[in-house]
């Protein structure tokens, strides 16, 4: 397996309610075939004009709560539930950085077709075929610090199956399926600085075997009812 | 920020009880000042000696017991648990893959440690400071699919404290501790396939502001009392 470059896309103009994300990014970043493009949700929820304005002391914690189908924990501030599309995280995704004083983003509402939406208009403006992450900073249980995870994911695997493969004993790999699209999504977090409001990042040079159909709902989201801790 | 690469490290022989791991990544791949270099758990407990004979049908549930200091889950033969070192994974981190039949690995005893030593010995024999991640591959609750993430880290951040610093709206970031060493060890992972065998890869590039005294049990491992899920 060779290499993989990652770096920033740079010169991502601010983002507003109604711009075509895939022209400002075919604009910003010369893209290869077989590139994977992660952008923020954050960039993503602003062009689809996802911005609720903030009323009042108790705005957030009441746009928390609607934009939650179950809360799972409460502690001081901090809301963990999950959100309509089956993902649990902190305050449901309600973000507050990186946006004008007074107003919060929500997720996208479907972010594998905000992903696919993006892939569709880059091979429309560019003619080569991209992979698309939408990534999210989630927290996790039992370990400090965030992470980036994919949310959407288009023309590139959310998870890779191994079930099947022999490792280098001969022997059978049992429950290896592993979730590349959050790996790739993490790889691009490394060259996006959170203050510096870098929004996308290119990974060139992932194996083509995992360029195709995909979705994250269907792929990662587990389902309650094999899920262990739900 | 400027880019990433990310490669695997080719040629690495099968390692046995005893084998230095500085020397055979030292002569396997150049390293470069300020490289992080990410080091599978299997080769680190093989090099330590972290091999145990499975001895009947019940050997590997019973290691699995004697490795967990509480068990959280249970379900069929998974068995979700807390290991001595304040890991929450699957099966205490005893593995069968990609090692003899008959035989399991466990978790090294400090995986920091492991990192430290592996840093000192590259340092001696090259004479370059690199970062060194001890990466293992867990699940998740609420998330299909494993992802690499570090068990133990040397000379490079394992969270970054973004606290105080504002965005680009000038607003001070508040919770935002990002755990590079997870994000290091998940793009790694990106270069390693599960079923070759690969254990290790470098991450060249990375914001030479990471590079610092660091350790997994300290920064990452969440404890019990800040934990919603334990």
Redesign the interface.
Known sequence: ????????VEGLPEVRPGDVLADLLAAAVPLLQGDVLVVTQKVVSKAEGRLVPLDGDGAHRALVESESVRVL?R?GS?V?SETRH???C?SAGVD??????GWAALLPVDPDRSARRIRAGLRARTGVDVGVIVSD?FG??????????AIGCAGVA???D?RG?????G?E????????A???A??A??????????AAAV?RG?DPAWLRESSVRA????PPA?????
Do not use: Y
Not at 140 to 149: A, F, K, Q, S
Not at 165 to 169: I, L, R, S
Not at 219 to 222: H, L
């Open positions: 397996m060779s290499a993989l470059s990652v770096f920033p924990r502690r901090l963990v089956g993902f649990v902190a507050r950085s990186n946006i004008e004083d900073t996790r249980p039992w370990r400090r610090g965030l992470t980036d995870v959310a998870v890779l191994l493969t022999v490792d280098t004993f022997r790999l049992h429950a290896t399926q592993v979730c590349v959050d790996e790739l993490a790889a977090d490394l060259v996006m600085g959170k203050a510096t409001g870098t990974v992932v792929e990662v989201v587990r094999d899920d262990l801790f739900r």
